[in-house]
């Protein structure tokens, strides 16, 4: 082999490296701590749990309901049915079929699925299936067991479970999918600043957990099950609102009460995006 061709496939190789490195660059979810994503909240929301206007609502609730119009949206009636170990469960639900950006603050976002025929809490995506809003009923068999509000997809007013007597077993209230038992601190109560809001459900932590800086922006995210933390939790850089910057990432485990798992630090960035640590699986 000449001089010529051992040069040639000098360049071939380096090329193929070069570029493959950057390849592995571009797809490497760590390379940069900037967060470009819709569904990540920059500043904090505005809660508001304001019954005042709750009785009129149920003045209005009877006209309203022969027109299928809630929370002045006009909506259409479904039903979804499956069988389990030899029990049919029915859902009667009303949907909308106007479009709704989803609220990246609420972990389950209830939506009709087209395709499956079927309720989902995950995964919607405009086109897919209809955001549920209005009445919801679910049936074992004959027997009423669960019953609420929907509001474009999140859970609203009072939820009530009951047991296979139909008899009366837990009831919760919510605010488009926030449970109105959740625990709110504030820097300022005057002006809504929130510092802190932990979902309780049924006197437990459940749902996405927000921290927020004084500025309003999100400094930390992550979910409750069942009390305990789990998944992936991040915590966010100051950057007065001028874009998302993950500063640490920590890993809880999958699901809760999982056995011999300890928590660790998957990842960290610097102020600028940069990666300066990552656990090595």
Known sequence: MNKFSLFLLFILLFSKTAFGQKAESKSDPDSSGVVNSSLLPTTMPLLLFDDSNEKEEKKEKKKKAKKNIWFGVKTKRGLA???IRGQEIFEFFNY??????????????????NQERSIRTSGYQEGKGYLL????????????VE???????????????????NVLQDKNHFNEGWPKESRISYYERTNQTVEEITPIQYGLEEGNYFYFYDDKQVAVTGEYQYGEKVGLWTEYWDTGNTKAIRKREIQYQEEAYTENFRPYIRAE?????NLVYRKEM
């Open 269 to 273: 960035w610097d102020k600028d995006g």
């Open 81 to 83: 049915k499956r069988d």
């Open 96 to 113: 909308t079929e106007q479009a709704r950006a989803l609220d990246p603050y609420i972990r389950d976002v209830y939506w009709f699925d």
């Open 147 to 165: 019953s609420g509000m929907f509001y474009f997809g999140t859970k609203h007013k009072t939820w009530m479970l009951f047991d296979s007597k």
């Open 133 to 144: 809003h209005g009445p919801y009923e679910r049936k074992i068999n004959e027997t009423v």
